[in-house]
């Protein structure tokens, strides 16, 4: 079974971050789990809501046998066992998500939404949705998370694969062999052979597959990071 656990930590200054957490969180799920990736989800910047640094969200994907209430009550354990005072932590846990939570996802992007309308949304489809702590404004961001990793077209992954031991000059080969499915330049046509200079490799989501996206420099690739 697949599923996708969105997190939105709304974290302080000065804490860890959502990725982080997201990251220590896959982590703990891989003992028992296949992890499939960990995404990073932009979502709208707005004064009137309330964001650290970026407004990000992050999302899981990763194939389990264990039931999802079960997997809940870990990660809600998890979760709080991290929780940094001041923080409005919330997380989705779903193994199929409707079109609605999809649309839901894009909108985050360019829209103010409520966490009323986050669990109509849930309470209609049966997600798992919890407030963790603050004022549990993370539902947003983790629902909005879960939408978009479903869509298979947004976002960009910290975790991958290889992926993130990549740094410096390397060969288009090393970026397939550590578990990128194509190199493609911004008008998507394929790269297949020379240089690509990373710092950080963060492949981008397309049609449900880690794409790097890269520039030409003349001698060498760019690899670029495109949600």
């Known amino acids: 079974m697949v599923c996708i656990l969105g997190l939105d930590d709304t974290d302080i200054a000065g804490s860890r971050g ?3 957490l997201a990251r220590s969180i896959a982590s703990r799920l891989s ?41 809940a009550g ?8 991290e929780f940094v005072d001041g923080s409005d932590p919330g997380f989705c846990l779903a193994s199929q998500v409707s079109p609605s939570v999809i649309q839901f996802g894009w909108r985050a992007k360019r829209e103010v939404l409520t966490q009323a309308e986050a669990f109509q949304i849930v309470a209609t489809y049966g997600m ?20 978009l990793a479903a869509s298979g077209d947004d976002g960009r992954y910290i975790e991958y694969g290889t992926t993130r031991s990549l740094n410096g000059l390397q060969p288009i080969e090393n970026i397939l062999a550590a578990g990128v499915t194509q190199v493609l330049t911004l008008q998507d046509e394929p790269v297949e052979s020379g240089l690509v200079l990373i710092d ?8 449900g597959q880690p794409v790097a996206y890269v520039e030409n420099k003349g001698d060498f690739w760019q690899a670029l990071k495109i949600d």
């Open 128 to 147: 798992h949705l919890a407030a963790l702590g603050g004022d549990g404004s993370g539902i947003i961001g983790a629902l909005a998370a879960t939408g």
């Open 18 to 20: 959502t990725g982080q």
């Open 74 to 81: 870990k990660i809600r354990m998890w979760m709080l066992a």
């Open 200 to 207: 950080k490799l963060r492949p981008s989501r397309r049609c």
């Open 31 to 71: 003992g028992g789990a296949d992890l499939l990736g960990v995404l990073r989800h932009q979502l709208l910047f707005d004064p009137r809501i309330a964001y650290t640094k970026n407004n990000s969200s992050a999302a899981i994907l990763f194939n389990t046998d264990e039931p999802t209430e079960v997997l």
